[in-house]
Structure formats: structure tokens, C-alpha cells
């Protein structure tokens, strides 16, 4: 795999000083709250890292244009590695971000060389076939004061993609490969206190891991974490409430560390704190000696009565506060989020949260987002849950890799379960420790409920090593947490291989053969783990292969997948199967199925990359949630076709639905469960009008009518206020009306936008898959995006100062608009 017999040395090197673990994020100054299951620490200091970074493009395969790095004696001497990695390069011409960044959605598209991989990756030039933008290059300066000295110091990353090196003051302080694992590495040794220290990370994206768009760069946040000789390692607190007749015993596991060439003696404990803040449990100090250079643990179960249960309608989180003493000080005092609830898989009967069966309608999602790519901000991790439980969407598969912490954290404060899942299907050391990072990481989260170890290993997974692999996998897990199952996303209808040793088996489409294999192996818990893959482009109602669309109707599935209402009315009828996770939530880039160049985006998602909702979120909103739905489909602005058969539906819970034309009536259609309601009515422009009936009483209304042309842009952001932290983001919606005032379906006007104030803009989007338009402006100048069937979306962060946002839109024939965002400390 490596050129030079020397990568063998650093790969050694990078193993002996990284300390994986269950990293301790995110911190309080990532996120206003302490974040559920996460260690929050108040006695050691947490730098967040993410601004003031130098970054520049560097060669996979020309020393000369990687900036001098890689000559034949790098590896020789502690400091002999050349160009950025030195302290005292000169990289003022490089361009000033902030993290997270992802390259690869800067650059521009390509069709050439034709690869699969190109058009997995949504046609951007990163690959080992285009050298000159797989490689870059980031470096930060760090001030640590003298008081600091005598402290361990550790450097930790939530994600970068891909193969990094890591540098502080010109030493080499590890490597890390594996784009989605969390890693960290202890640098004390080679932090210079009371002087300025260099951070330079090469990252290397010439190889890929998935067959979807990955993004490159550190793309995740970075943190410098400062504690003394004596704390909690990451990772080093465990809490498993278990719920036991009306109350809990909440099982406790702390780590103490002692980096010291002297034994301490420390003290140890903790306080729950309930959701309305009541304490509600104490221990008294427990005493542990820790002898030097080691770790002892302490554990303690105090039982809780009548404890508060997270769920889905109510996700309550408790407070585990836990403090550190040595000589009577207190060194650390950490505060972890977790919450209590029971699950369980029954083979028979499906899935239980806390003692009530619960259908999980899930969907699978990749991380990227429009504008932004992989690297996305933590508001809009959050605002992507919403969208998906506005959806009726109760749980979440982090297909198929380790997800950023935020998703997490989103997931337990809104309610929303999740199937966990590693990237790589693997028995080596490096694959293990990967999958031991997530599981160290993410084991105090409620929402989990699900470890997954793979996906869709087809050579592998029905065969004797794909059995062995996923038993060695399984026990790496349950070492860490025996709380929960272990599963594997199996597109396949046999038992011999990974789903023998599996807890609950995960079927990847293949409702064929789900029945027999029930009745074959009635003792495993069965799931779809991946569903559907039916295909629709936003707004659009006919195929049409030249601008590579697809109509927003049920009628369109590849090969392998099923109809949005052939699944869902297949696995409503066995009520032993647990539920399913739909393939996808979003639309993401790359995988252009069943489409080729110029199509960049995949068409799986019922929301489009930006999160504008398909006309399917609203069919799977009428059967998932109980709220009284009732959605038309098409638009109705049809010019040129007058007196042509128009294909109109209705998604709905209602009953029955009326349809009119005009104020004519246009019959009556009776709505089965799972269903739809349909007909096909002659153009004529005016209102088309659906009213919506339960139990024979009148409940709903629901019209859309022809517009004229758009007169004006409206732009509507997410919330009226975010942080004035530089990382927040509000999220604008761009439309365009008419001059009555009514959205134009059609619209697909050039728009620009200007921010004033201490905002800026970080991207843009539209959700149309065949646009090649840009998503962000590194080099300047004007933002700018085309509607599709009207709607464009802008990214708006903060830039690290109250005050008010103004962005402004303009277009050619509309009358422009302005919003104004507050940026407000605290938010």
C-alpha cells in the first residue's frame, strides 16, 4: 500500500501515541448546554479550536507542488520533516478559515476521467486521479501561557477525511487513517508553555472509503484539551441506568488517570441531578490510589425512585455530576448527560421503549448538506433532526459511518433513536479500535439503541470469514457496553455468515424472502434496515431523462427497492418485524441512480439536499405521526397544456377526499391505510381544491391554484436570532410570489445575495440535483443561486459579534429582499 518501507515507521509511530478513545466532547463552548452523553468538564480547560486556520491546497504526487514535504530524511531525526510542517513556514499567503471546512465542495465539477468512482464521489476532482486537490494542508498558531505548565495536554479531533498527519512545533505527533472515527493523541511532551506553538495537519483524501460523497479536510471540530496529572481520560465515564420495576439503578464506571511518576491518592464523587434539577442521588468520597502511569476505575449503582424515563415524546436528561479530589482540591469536575429508558427487541412482537411497543420509522442519512458538504454546522445538525421528526421520522441510521457528536446530541434532546454504525466491516486492529472509538464515544447517548457493525459486505457476509469477522466485532462491543444489540444491515435473505451471530437482523430490501426466513429463525429479532430507494426530484412531475428528473409520485424505484407504499403496507402487516429505516432521509451527492452526468446528486431523499420537503414527506407524515394531513400534488400551473389529463394525488390520513376544479366537482375517492387518493383531471387554470373527511365530518381544506408570474423574493430564516459565537448558523429559506403574494412553483430566478453586518455567508443551495452551480464563494465576491421550482437556500453564520445580520437578495425583474437576523451573545 505505501511507496516507501518508512510509512511501515510512522504508521508505528502514529499507533504508539494515539490514545483513541471515547472522546470527551462536545464541550460547553461548542454548545450553550452541556451535550447529552457527552463529558462536559468545568475543572479542566477545553480549547475550542475551530478558528483562525491557514489552509492551502497541497500534491499527492509532486513534491514540489506539496509545498517541499517529503524528502528522503524526514523520518530520521524528531524535526527534520520539511515544509509546513516546520513552525517557521511561511504560510501568510495561504488563505485564513474557520472549522469545520470541507475542500472538496470548493472545487469545481468535472466528467472526466469517467469513473465510477468520480460519479460516487458527485463528479468533484478528489481521487487518487486527480492529485493536485486530494491533498491539503492546514496550520494554526496556539498560545498555552507558562501558568499551564505542569499540565497534560491532549489534541483531539471529532473527524477528518481522510489519511492526516499530525505535527505541534515541527514533531510529528501521530497519523490517523479512517475518515469518520473520533481520535485524539496526548501531545504534553511537545507543547512549549509560555511560547506560541504551531498545529499543521496534512490530510491526504486520495483514497476513498465509501461509494458516496465523502468530502475532504477537517471537517469535524478540534479541540486542545488541558487537565491535570490526575483526571478522567476520555472516554472515562460510563453511566448504564437500567429501569427495574418503578425504579432505576444507575450503574457508574469512572476512569481516574494518574500521567505522574508518583502514586496519588484521589477522591471521587458524584451527584445525579434530575430534569427539573433536583438532586436526586450522592456518594460520599471514594478513595482510589493510582499508582503512577496508570488508570483504576470506581464504580458505584445507586438506585433511583420513580426516575423520569427519556422518550420520544419526552426526552428527559439527567445530570451525572462527577468530581475528582486530590489533597482535598478539586482537580475536575465533569458533568455527563444521560438519560434512563428500557428497550428491547422482540422477536414476536417488535420493539419496546419502555414497556410500549413502538414501530420505528427511520431513515438512513449521509452527513452532507447543501452549501456546506461535509462539513456541517451544528445548528443545522440539529435543524435536520427537526425536519425529520416534523416528518414522523423516530429514528435515525448514521449510514454508514461514525456521525459527528452533534447528530447525537440533537438526537437526545429532540427524541430521536438511533442505529449507530462504524465505517469499516473489519477484524484488523485499526478497524476495531475505530469501532471501539464510536462505542467509547456514544454509549452515554439514550437515543442509541442499535450498535451496527457493517454494511452490505456481499462477498463476505454468507460465507464462514464474514461469520468470524462479525463475532470478533460483536465482543469488541459488547466489552464496552452490554447494554444494547448488535446488529448488521444484511442485503441478503440467508441466516449462514454475519446474521448467525447477530442479536437483531437487519434485512436491506429483500422483502421477498423475509417471511421464510421469520419462520426459518423465529427466535431473532427482524428489522429492515435499509428500505424503499424510491426516486423523485423535488417539484417535478414527469420523467425527463435530458435534465435528468424524476417525478415526485410513488413510481419510480431501482432495481433492487420498493415503492414508498409497497413497503410500508408490507411491514404494517407483521407486526413482529420492529420497522424500518428508509433509504434516504435526504438527498445526498454522488450515487445519481438511475441517472448519469450531468446529474451530481442522488434522487433516494423524501427532502432534497437542503432540506425542502418532497411531496412523499408528506405521505409518510400522513401514516407516521397523528397530526391530520392532508397534501395535493402537482402544482398547478400547467400553461400550455389546457384540456390535458393532469395526474393529481393526494397524500392524506383522511377517510375520503373531494376534489373540485373551479368550484366543479370531480368525485369522491375513498383513502385505505397506507394509501393515497388519486385522479386524473383536465387543465384548466384556477383553484384546485381537496377537503379532507373523517367519520363522515369535514376536517381538512387543502388548494392550490395557478399563479402568476414571480413578482418578488421572499427569504425567511429558520429562527429570528442566533449566537454571536461565529459558529452559529440561521438557515434561510429563498422563495419568490406573485403579486397576489402566492409562491410560485415555477420559479427559477438568478438570485444574489449580499450580507451586512457580523454575519457572513457560507453556502448555498437549491436541491436540484443536475446543478453545477457553485456552493460557496471562497475567493469572494457575490453569492448566488438559481430557485428550482421555487426555493434556494442560504447558510448564514455568525462572524463573532452582536449585532444585526442584513441579508439582502436581488434578481433581475423581482423586487428584492431583506432579512434581518440578530447575532446575540448567549443565544
Known sequence: ????????????????????????????????????????????????????????????????????????????????????????????????????????????????????????????????????????????????????????????????????????????????????????????????????????????????????????????????????????????????????????????????????????????EFRIVDPAGKTVATSVDASVAVGPWSTAEVRRAPRLSDPVLWSLEAPRLYRLISTVRVDGRTVEEITTRFGIRDIRFDPDKGFFLNGRRVQLNGVCCHQDHAGVGAAVPDSVQRWRIARLKEMGVNAYRTSHNPPAPEILDACDELGMLVMDETRLFSSSEASLEQLAA??????????????????????????????????????????????????????????????????????????????????????????????????????????????????????????????????????????????????????????????????????????????FAKDLFWYYKSWWTADPVLHLLPHWNWKGKEGQPIEVWAFTNCDEVVLSLNGKALGVRKVAPNGHAEWRVPYAPGRLEAVGFKGGKEILREAVETTGPAARIVLAADRPAIGADGRDVGIVAVSAVDAAGRPVPTADADIAFEVKGPGRIIGVGNGNPSSREPDVFPAGGAARRRLFNGFAQVLVRSAGGPGEIGLTATAAGLAPAVLTLRAEVNK
Open 1 to 268: 500500500m505505501f511507496k516507501h518501507t518508512r510509512w511501515f515507521w510512522v504508521s508505528i509511530l502514529a499507533l504508539a501515541v494515539l490514545r483513541i478513545g471515547g472522546l470527551a466532547a462536545p464541550a460547553g463552548d461548542i454548545v450553550p448546554k452541556s451535550a447529552p452523553g457527552s463529558p462536559i468538564s468545568v475543572g479542566r480547560d477545553v480549547v475550542l479550536l475551530d478558528a483562525g486556520w491557514r489552509f492551502a491546497l497541497g500534491h499527492a504526487s509532486d513534491r514540489s507542488r506539496d509545498w517541499g514535504f517529503g524528502g528522503d530524511m524526514e523520518y530520521s531525526k524528531i524535526k527534520s520533516w520539511n515544509g509546513p510542517a516546520q513552525p517557521d513556514f511561511k504560510d501568510a499567503a495561504w488563505r485564513l478559515l474557520d472549522l469545520p471546512h470541507d475542500w472538496v465542495v470548493e472545487l469545481p465539477f468535472v466528467d472526466k476521467p469517467a469513473s465510477d468512482e468520480l460519479e460516487y464521489h458527485g463528479f468533484k476532482p478528489v481521487g487518487q486521479a486527480f492529485p493536485a486537490s486530494s491533498v491539503g494542508w492546514y496550520r494554526r498558531h496556539l498560545a498555552v501561557p507558562a501558568v499551564d505548565e505542569g499540565r497534560r495536554f491532549s489534541l483531539e479531533f471529532d473527524g477528518v477525511f481522510r489519511d492526516c498527519l499530525v505535527w505541534i512545533n515541527g514533531v510529528l505527533v501521530g497519523r490517523h487513517e479512517g475518515g469518520y472515527a473520533p481520535f485524539g493523541f496526548d501531545v504534553t511532551d511537545v507543547v512549549d508553555c509560555g511560547r506560541d506553538n504551531v498545529i499543521a495537519v496534512r490530510v491526504d483524501a486520495s483514497r476513498a472509503e465509501g461509494w458516496f460523497y465523502e468530502g475532504a479536510g477537517i471537517y469535524r471540530h478540534v479541540r486542545l484539551i488541558k487537565t491535570g496529572p490526575v483526571h478522567v481520560p476520555r472516554g472515562g465515564i460510563v453511566v448504564a441506568p437500567a429501569v427495574a420495576g418503578t425504579g432505576a439503578d444507575v450503574a457508574i464506571r469512572t476512569s481516574v488517570t494518574n500521567d505522574a511518576g508518583r502514586p496519588a491518592a484521589a477522591a471521587l
Open 438 to 611: 464510536m462505542v467509547r464515544r456514544d454509549r452515554n447517548h439514550p437515543s442509541v439503541i442499535l450498535w451496527s457493525i457493517g454494511n452490505e459486505e456481499e462477498d463476505v457476509q454468507g460465507t464462514p470469514l464474514g461469520r468470524r469477522v462479525a463475532e470478533t466485532m460483536a465482543r469488541t462491543v459488547r466489552a464496552l457496553d452490554a447494554t444494547r444489540p448488535v446488529t448488521y444491515a444484511s442485503n441478503s435473505g440467508y441466516y449462514e455468515g454475519t446474521n448467525e451471530v447477530m442479536d437483531v437482523r437487519g434485512f436491506n430490501y429483500h422483502m421477498d424472502a423475509i417471511d421464510g426466513y421469520h419462520k426459518a429463525h423465529p427466535k431473532q429479532p427482524l428489522y429492515g434496515s435499509e428500505i424503499a430507494s424510491t426516486l423523485t426530484t423535488r417539484g417535478e412531475y414527469a420523467r425527463d431523462d435530458a435534465r435528468t428528473y424524476l417525478p415526485a409520485y410513488d413510481k419510480n424505484k431501482p432495481a433492487w427497492g420498493e415503492f414508498a407504499e409497497e413497503w410500508l403496507t408490507f411491514y404494517a402487516a407483521r407486526p413482529w418485524l420492529a420497522g424500518a429505516f428508509i433509504w434516504t432521509g435526504f438527498d445526498y451527492r454522488g450515487e445519481p441512480t438511475p441517472f448519469h452526468w450531468p446529474c451530481i446528486s442522488s434522487h433516494f431523499g423524501i427532502l432534497d439536499t437542503c432540506g
